[in-house]
C-alpha cells in the first residue's frame, strides 16, 4: 500500500499539536483521512502503541475543537508490512465551520484544505459555512466573536429582577446549546460592533454641523446614552393661556422613545453600515438600515401588522418591557402627536426605513432655546467647566445652568460618574460632584 499526501491525504509520523488543524481542515472542506505513522514521503516507520495514538487524538479532537466533531472521525489500526499505524476517516462535518475553541471563529483557529495543506480559513469563508449551516437569520448564525462579555445587558436584566445566566442566555438565544455565542448575544454584548451615529445641524438642511457623535457597545448602552443625547435637545418650551402655564416639549416623548426602539429592534443587522438620528431645528429623522420585511407594506405597517425582522431581539425588549407588544409602535408614535396639527411621516426604500418627527415648538413659532440655556453648549462641557470653576457642585445648580429637568439631569450625571468623568460624594440632598483627583506618578 502506497502513500502520497494529497488535498484528502495527511501524513504524520507521530502525534503533535498541528494534527487538529489538519482534521479541522477536512471536517470543514469535503474530508480526508490522516495516517499516523508514516512520513511526508510515505516511508511506513508504524507506531508502538497505536490504540494509544488513536486515543490521544480523540482526547485531543474532543477537548479542543468546536463544535464536537467526534462523531465524525472513524480510527483504524492498519498492519502495514508488519507496522501498525492509525487511520483515521474524517467526514465533512454537519456543523461547519469547526474551529479550535481557545483561537474562536476567527481565521486563526478556523483551516481549510488548500492543496495539500491546512491553511487559516478567510472571514469571508468562515461567513459563507457559517450561513451554509445556520441558514440565513442573522440572529441564529454563530458570531465571529466569542470573546464577549455582558456588563450592560446584565445591569438591565438585574435593574428587572430577571436572571441573565448561561441558561436563560440558551433560551432566548444569546447562546447556543453548545455554548457558542449567536449573533444575538454579540448584540447583547459590550463587543456588539455596530453602531448609532448621531448628528446636530444648525437649521433645516445638513449645511453646518452643530455637533455628532457615535454611539457604540451593547444595543442596551446605545439605546440609554442615543436617549439621553435626544432628551437633552428637547426643550421645553413655555406658553400661557390667561394664568394658566402650558409646557409643551419640541418632540413628545413618547414618540422619539418608541421611534428610537423600532431603529434598534428593526434594523438589519447583516449589513455593516451605521444607523442615523439627525436632529435639525424643525425636526428629528431615525433611519435604520433594512426597509420592510418582504410581502409587508407601509400600509400594514401603519395598521398595526408586524413582521418582525429581529425576532428572538424583540422577545427580549418585550421581557424587558422596553417595548409593549409587536405592532403598537408606530401607532403609538402617531397617537403622541394626535390633535397637534403636525403628523411625523414614514419613508421606506429597499434598504432603509426613516421616520421623521416635526417639532411641535418650530411649528408654533417658537426657535428660541429655553431659559438661561445657550443654543451650542454642549451639557458634558458646561458640566466640566462648573467644576472646574467651582471645585464642587450640586445637581440644582446643574438643572439651573443648563436649563433641564431633573430627570434628566439626574441621567446626565450618572452617565458621567459612570464614565469616570466627575465623582460624586454623599446622597440624598446633600449630594455633591466634583472631579476626579490627579494622581501623579515620579
Request: hydrophobic letters at 35%.
Amino acid at each position: 500500500m502506497g502513500f502520497q499526501e494529497s488535498e484528502t491525504v495527511e501524513l504524520k509520523t507521530i502525534v503533535v499539536d498541528d494534527i487538529k488543524k489538519e482534521i479541522i481542515a477536512f471536517a470543514n472542506c469535503e474530508g480526508g483521512k490522516l495516517y499516523i505513522g508514516v512520513r511526508d514521503d510515505g516511508t511506513v516507520i508504524g507506531l508502538d502503541d497505536p490504540d494509544g495514538t488513536a486515543l490521544q487524538v480523540s482526547n485531543m479532537v474532543r477537548d479542543a475543537v468546536k463544535p464536537d466533531l467526534t462523531m465524525f472521525l472513524h480510527y483504524e489500526t492498519l498492519n502495514i508490512d508488519g507496522k501498525q499505524i492509525v487511520s483515521i476517516d474524517i467526514q465533512q462535518g454537519t456543523e461547519r465551520p469547526y474551529y479550535i475553541a481557545k483561537k474562536g471563529l476567527r481565521p486563526e483557529g478556523v483551516y481549510v484544505r488548500q492543496g495539500y495543506s491546512s491553511v487559516p480559513a478567510s472571514n469571508t469563508a468562515i461567513r459563507r459555512m457559517i450561513k451554509e449551516t445556520d441558514g440565513d437569520h442573522f440572529e441564529e448564525m454563530r458570531s465571529l466573536e466569542q470573546s464577549l462579555t455582558f456588563e450592560t445587558a446584565e445591569k438591565e436584566f438585574s435593574e428587572r429582577n430577571i436572571l441573565f445566566g448561561k441558561a436563560q442566555m440558551k433560551t432566548l438565544g444569546i447562546m447556543s446549546h453548545d455554548g457558542v455565542y449567536t449573533n444575538l448575544g454579540l448584540l447583547l454584548s459590550d463587543q456588539c460592533v455596530h453602531t448609532v451615529k448621531a448628528a446636530v445641524f444648525e437649521g433645516t438642511t445638513q449645511d453646518e454641523f452643530k455637533d455628532r457623535k457615535e454611539f457604540s457597545g451593547s444595543l442596551f448602552r446605545q439605546m440609554n446614552e442615543v436617549y439621553d443625547y435626544i432628551d437633552f435637545r428637547n426643550q421645553t418650551h413655555s406658553t400661557f393661556e390667561k394664568l394658566r402655564r402650558i409646557d409643551k416639549k419640541d418632540y413628545p416623548e413618547t414618540a422619539v422613545r418608541e421611534a428610537l426602539l423600532n431603529l434598534l429592534v428593526h434594523r438589519e443587522y447583516s449589513f455593516s453600515a451605521s444607523a442615523f438620528i439627525r436632529i435639525y431645528t424643525d425636526r428629528i429623522e431615525f433611519i435604520s438600515i433594512g426597509g420592510l420585511v418582504n410581502g409587508v407594506t407601509l400600509k400594514d405597517v401603519m395598521m398595526g401588522i408586524s413582521v418582525c425582522r429581529n425576532a428572538k431581539l424583540a422577545n427580549i425588549f418585550y421581557r424587558l418591557e422596553l417595548i409593549e407588544a409587536y405592532g403598537t409602535g408606530m401607532r403609538k408614535i402617531m397617537g403622541a402627536y394626535s390633535g397637534t396639527g403636525a403628523e411625523p411621516q414614514i419613508e421606506t426604500s429597499d434598504n432603509a426605513f426613516k421616520i421623521i418627527l416635526p417639532n411641535l415648538n418650530v411649528r408654533m413659532g417658537q426657535e428660541e432655546p429655553a431659559a438661561g440655556r445657550s443654543k451650542d453648549c454642549d451639557p458634558w462641557e458646561v458640566i466640566i467647566a462648573m467644576a472646574k470653576e467651582n471645585g464642587s457642585f450640586t445637581r440644582r445648580e446643574i438643572e439651573k445652568r443648563l436649563g433641564i429637568s431633573q430627570t434628566t439631569c439626574g441621567r446626565l450625571l450618572r452617565q458621567m460618574v459612570e464614565n469616570g468623568q466627575i465623582v460624586q460624594v454623599g446622597k440624598g440632598r446633600n449630594t455633591q460632584y466634583h472631579l476626579p483627583e490627579k494622581r501623579y506618578t515620579m
